[in-house]
């Protein structure tokens, strides 16, 4: 039997163009930051000092609020920014630094600016090794933190243990401080230096896992989101790496923290905010029913998605409204 002719063998032809590959996310861009009059990067960490910190879900987040916040970056490293630069650690906040593993061994750096404890983000087989330590921060009576993950898309499962390490080691040098200026008080003592917590987060480069947990600890406690943290990280460690599967890891991670924040905020509402179940003044079936969780029943949402109007039901089209529909075949056109 003869073989067809081409047109007639396929009467429909792709209405887009097609790409024979696996599917991937789109690329996230992250453009530079804008510069404020004196051309330092414009990016506030936090601007009301009334932020709810607790809001995060994390624990030992106490000693934020007595830090320094809003734009404390006083030089744009990411014009004056050297190559030997990518050696040495930055501070990317008051009490955060990061850095490669040479920093991490450097004993006059750890000295000078006053590190209080290391952080380092390893993989599994140099944990095995017993590589990417920091012999000169445990001579120094420094706290140590190991994070190893076989893979960076582990440091997701990483990253709240690691939030919790900063926030507690912190939160414990906070408190020690308030108590010796409070003992300083009492005897008359005056202009005690302060000895606040520093932490240096570290892995082989400083410019990717390390990189990518100081991210994600901007994200977690200041409510920020991807694009503005990688610049806020960028911006201070110029060198930094974030490559496709890093950002859509972090962005991932953004997610969980908007849904765990969203949690924490509905817990505190029924707990005292008005309207909750510690108000005195909402109304009983609503303390009855809050009090029993907040699921709803299949009659209640049955009731919110179907309206009766006029004889005509309508089944939750809003969603669909503005959906254009577009084919994927479209006729041949005849020769």
């Given at each position: 039997?003869?073989?067809l002719?081409?047109?007639?063998?396929?009467?429909?032809?792709?209405?887009?163009s097609?790409?024979?590959?696996?599917?991937?996310?789109?690329?996230?861009?992250?453009?530079?930051p804008?510069?404020?009059?004196y051309?330092?990067?414009?990016?506030h960490?936090?601007?009301?000092?009334?932020?709810?910190?607790?809001?995060?879900?994390?624990?030992?987040?106490?000693?934020?609020q007595?830090?320094?916040?809003?734009?404390?970056?006083?030089?744009?490293?990411?014009?004056?920014?050297?190559?030997?630069?990518?050696?040495?650690?930055?501070?990317?906040l008051?009490?955060?630094?990061l850095?490669?593993?040479?920093?991490?061994?450097?004993?006059?750096?750890?000295?000078?600016?006053?590190?209080?404890m290391?952080?380092?983000?390893?993989?599994?087989?140099?944990?095995?090794a017993?590589?990417?330590?920091?012999?000169?921060?445990?001579?120094?009576?420094?706290?140590?933190?190991?994070?190893?993950?076989?893979?960076n898309?582990?440091?997701?499962?990483?990253?709240?243990?690691?939030?919790?390490?900063?926030?507690?080691?912190?939160?414990?040098?906070?408190q020690?401080?308030?108590?010796r200026?409070?003992?300083a008080?009492?005897?008359?003592?005056?202009?005690?230096?302060?000895?606040?917590?520093?932490?240096l987060?570290?892995?082989?480069?400083?410019?990717?896992?390390s990189?990518?947990?100081?991210?994600?600890?901007?994200?977690?406690?200041?409510?920020?989101?991807?694009?503005?943290?990688?610049?806020?990280?960028?911006?201070?460690r110029?060198?930094?790496?974030?490559?496709?599967?890093?950002?859509n890891?972090?962005?991932?991670?953004?997610?969980?923290?908007?849904?765990?924040?969203?949690?924490?905020?509905?817990?505190?509402?029924?707990?005292?905010?008005?309207?909750?179940?510690?108000?005195?003044?909402?109304?009983?079936?609503?303390?009855?029913?809050?009090?029993?969780?907040?699921?709803?029943?299949?009659?209640?949402?049955?009731?919110d998605?179907?309206e009766?109007?006029?004889?005509n039901?309508?089944?939750?089209?809003?969603?669909?409204?503005?959906?254009d529909?577009?084919?994927p075949?479209?006729d041949r056109?005849?020769?």
């Amino acid at each position: 039997m003869p073989a067809l002719p081409a047109d007639m063998a396929t009467p429909h032809a792709p209405a887009q163009s097609w790409s024979f590959r696996v599917p991937s996310p789109p690329r996230i861009i992250v453009p530079p930051p804008a510069l404020n009059s004196y051309g330092v990067p414009d990016l506030h960490v936090v601007q009301d000092a009334a932020y709810d910190f607790e809001s995060s879900g994390f624990k030992n987040a106490e000693f934020l609020q007595t830090v320094t916040y809003g734009n404390f970056m006083t030089i744009n490293n990411m014009l004056e920014w050297k190559y030997e630069q990518r050696r040495m650690a930055q501070q990317i906040l008051p009490f955060l630094y990061l850095g490669p593993m040479s920093a991490a061994k450097d004993r006059k750096f750890l000295q000078t600016e006053g590190i209080t404890m290391v952080i380092a983000v390893r993989n599994t087989k140099s944990a095995q090794a017993q590589l990417l330590g920091s012999k000169a921060a445990q001579d120094l009576g420094i706290d140590t933190k190991m994070i190893d993950v076989a893979g960076n898309q582990e440091l997701i499962a990483a990253f709240p243990r690691a939030i919790e390490a900063i926030n507690s080691h912190l939160s414990t040098r906070y408190q020690q401080e308030q108590v010796r200026r409070t003992q300083a008080a009492a005897t008359g003592q005056a202009h005690l230096q302060s000895t606040p917590g520093r932490v240096l987060v570290f892995c082989e480069s400083g410019n990717e896992r390390s990189a990518t947990l100081v991210t994600a600890y901007i994200m977690a406690m200041y409510a920020t989101d991807l694009i503005k943290a990688i610049q806020i990280v960028q911006a201070q460690r110029f060198a930094v790496a974030f490559d496709d599967s890093l950002r859509n890891l972090l962005l991932t991670y953004e997610t969980i923290l908007k849904a765990k924040r969203d949690v924490v905020q509905a817990d505190n509402r029924l707990i005292g905010v008005p309207g909750g179940i510690g108000d005195p003044g909402a109304s009983v079936a609503s303390n009855t029913r809050a009090g029993k969780g907040s699921k709803r029943t299949f009659d209640d949402t049955y009731d919110d998605d179907i309206e009766m109007d006029g004889g005509n039901v309508h089944l939750d089209y809003g969603r669909f409204e503005m959906r254009d529909g577009s084919a994927p075949f479209q006729d041949r056109p005849s020769s």
